[in-house]
T-cell receptor
Framework: SAVISQKPSRDICQRGTSLTIQCQVDSQVTMMFWYRQQPGQSLTLIATANQGSEATYESGFVIDKFPISRPNLTFSTLTVSNMSPEDSSIYLC????????????FGPGTRLTVL | GENVEQHPSTLSVQEGDSAVIKCTYSDSASNYFPWYKQELGKRPQLIIDIRSNVGEKKDQRIAVTLNKTAKHFSLHITETQPEDSAVYFCAAIGNSGYSTLTFGKGTMLLVSP
């Protein structure tokens, strides 16, 4: 499967600030996704990052709060804007392997704590 | 949209016993059902998946069964080992387009030596 990395691995931020999380894949992939995993909870899809077009957001998530970029087929960023303590979560990117439709593999995650 | 229910939320077994985790889904059009294992502080790892054109799939000690009529699927782990201890998530493809996965709430499996 593709090798997926995320930066930063963790961060502690002050409320009201923004953090940009990077996701890098070692091969070209069509589909990239961003998930949030709150402490002790399941994974919730934030958005699908589309190369060359705007991201597709799930219900409850908006572009102003979670702007996403997808400049090419190996890279994407998620920004968490105007953070509050409720944004403290693990943020994970995932990619869909081109050889097996629908199959997703996850990056290592970014653990965000907002004070 | 898709809704996935997962039971039980916690499961404790003795080493060597079998463990079964069950999930139900709401969207009859869903056709892909993966299972992920997440160890503490680690990323979710795909351990097995099944598509709607088959009823069962096995990989060594792990098997998944699918009942499309009843809209439920189950993960079976035989001969459990302490290293199987983790949180297991089931998921199903939703209907919002692309390959959007909807996850169950997870099952914490504890295997005691």
């Amino acid at each position: 499967s593709a090798v997926i990395s995320q930066k930063p691995s963790r961060d502690i931020c002050q409320r009201g600030t923004s953090l940009t999380i990077q996701c890098q894949v070692d091969s070209q992939v069509t589909m990239m996704f961003w998930y949030r995993q709150q402490p002790g909870q399941s994974l919730t899809l934030i958005a699908t990052a589309n190369q060359g077009s705007e991201a597709t957001y799930e219900s409850g998530f908006v572009i102003d709060k979670f702007p996403i970029s997808r400049p090419n087929l190996t890279f994407s960023t998620l920004t968490v804007s105007n953070m509050s303590p409720e944004d403290s979560s693990i943020y994970l990117c995932s990619v869909e392997e081109g050889t097996r439709a629908d199959t997703q593999y996850f990056g290592p995650g970014t653990r965000l704590t907002v004070l | 949209g898709e809704n996935v229910e997962q039971h039980p939320s916690t499961l404790s077994v003795q080493e060597g016993d079998s463990a079964v985790i069950k999930c139900t889904y709401s969207d009859s059009a869903s056709n892909y059902f993966p299972w992920y294992k997440q160890e503490l502080g680690k990323r979710p790892q795909l351990i097995i998946d099944i598509r709607s054109n088959v009823g069962e799939k096995k990989d060594q000690r792990i098997a998944v069964t699918l009942n499309k009529t009843a809209k439920h699927f189950s993960l079976h782990i035989t001969e459990t080992q302490p290293e199987d201890s983790a949180v297991y998530f089931c998921a199903a493809i939703g209907n919002s387009g692309y390959s959007t996965l909807t996850f169950g709430k997870g099952t914490m499996l504890l295997v005691s030596p």
